[in-house]
């Protein structure tokens, strides 16, 4: 997936191999995707210097320029691109069999496509680049910081951190 960032400079979510990603796809006019804003902030804050990579694609029709300027006035400091929906789904609904979560993370994993029709849909990738878990709702530090710390081989307490 080639990832276009707000400061026009370009990546592959290949180059992240190595690294443990939080890939949220959220919009600037969805309520819940600006609700969680602030707990992905917290968590790249707190492991970005322990492998965990985030990355923010906003799924918005507007200019980079808006979404930019929503970014900074939010304070996220994690890059962020934008994608459409359309391209979206030609590149992750193929991708089948992926553990998910619905709802607000009381519900049971089920399986499923790798579809980002709904805002907003987080995935948690491992190291290798295989998709751990999907997230479909919005999600905060706490329900994603134990997985996130699994997955970068953090077995220390919480409390430490």
Known sequence: MNLVFLDGSKSRLADLK???VLLNFWATWCPPCRQELPHF???YQS???QGL?????SMDQVGADFVLNFTKEAGLTYPNAMAS???M???WSAIESIPTVHGFGDEPTTLSTGSVLMMPTTFL???SGRIYRKHVGPRDRETLEPDLRMLMGITESLTAS
Do not use: H, N
């Open 89 to 91: 789904e030609k590149i």
């Open 41 to 43: 902030e917290s968590l």
């Open 125 to 127: 990738i491992d190291r």
């Open 53 to 57: 990579a985030v990355i923010g694609v």
């Open 85 to 87: 929906f359309e391209d």
């Open 18 to 20: 190595g690294q443990v």
């Open 47 to 49: 492991y970005k210097d």
